[in-house]
């Protein structure tokens, strides 16, 4: 017998700048718009989220800057690096998002890319504000002293 073939459990593609650099009020799961060689390239993780942000345009939402390698396999059928991509989006969702964008200071910013249980490509985006320097201070403060917590308590038992 022939095993069921699983999707890949390939570790998901982070923006670790995400959080950082804003405050995420909301978070929503969404499908992405993508040709065979962009999903290959995912699937051997070689994506960067790092200053990718997601816009309404014709009613569309569209995740751009978000930056997916070319996969040295598809020879001249590759895709543009840069491309604008299109985001899966009910209506309602999309009327929803826009209306908190019009919202001064509101940015869609994609936290992770990743892999669903079906394997499907799934984009998790956040309603984001962005962090003033003295948040980022506040938020590295908080980072330092809990790793130094974390330590003290394995040191002293």
Avoid: C
């Avoid at 570790?11 to 993508?34: K, M, S, T, W």
């Avoid at 060689?37 to 990718?52: F, I, P, T, Y």
């Avoid at 002293?145 to 002293?156: D, G, I, L």
């Amino acid at each position: 017998m022939a095993a069921k073939n699983k999707p890949s459990e390939v570790q998901a593609i982070l923006n670790r700048r995400a959080r950082f650099d804003y405050h995420i009020e909301d978070e929503l799961e969404v499908g992405i718009v993508l040709v065979g060689s962009e999903v290959k390239s995912l699937r051997a993780g070689k994506a960067n989220l790092q200053d990718a942000y997601a816009v309404e345009r014709d009613e569309e939402i569209w995740l751009m800057n978000a930056q997916i390698a070319e996969y040295p396999g598809a020879n001249r059928f590759n895709h543009e690096p840069r491309r604008p991509r299109k985001l899966l989006l009910h209506r309602q969702q999309i009327r929803k998002l826009v209306g908190k964008l019009r919202v001064k200071g509101y940015t869609l910013v994609p936290i992770r890319m990743y892999f669903n249980a079906r394997g499907k490509v799934k984009v998790m985006i956040g309603l984001g504000k962005g962090k003033k320097e003295f948040d980022k201070r506040d938020s590295i403060k908080e980072r330092e002293w809990a790793r130094e917590k974390a330590r003290a308590v394995r040191t002293h038992p």
